[in-house]
């Protein structure tokens, strides 16, 4: 019998969402876009405005960082 972890009910578009929607980026939005990012080989179009909305809105100072 082999055990498989549960697959993430979250995804980049939802991550980044919640990063637009609250205009900060938490250390645990952090970790997620990590994640998500790290277990990509292959980023389409779409992936990359999302990713380029978040980099643009910390650029431009409508997203905050926070540290935790």
């Keep these: 019998m082999s055990f498989a972890p ?3 009910s979250y995804s980049l578009e939802n991550v980044v969402e919640r ?3 609250f205009r ?3 250390p645990l939005d952090r ?3 990590n994640d ?3 277990n990509r080989s292959y980023f389409g ?3 990359q405005t999302l990713v380029d909305r978040v ?4 650029h431009e100072g409508h997203i905050w960082i926070m540290d935790n």
Excluded at 55 to 58: A, E, S, T, V, Y
């Design 6 to 8: 549960p697959t993430p």
């Design 19 to 21: 990063i637009c929607t």
């Design 24 to 26: 900060q980026i938490t």
């Design 31 to 33: 970790h997620l876009l």
């Design 36 to 38: 998500i990012l790290s």
């Design 45 to 47: 179009r779409r992936e």
């Design 55 to 58: 980099f643009d809105g910390i």
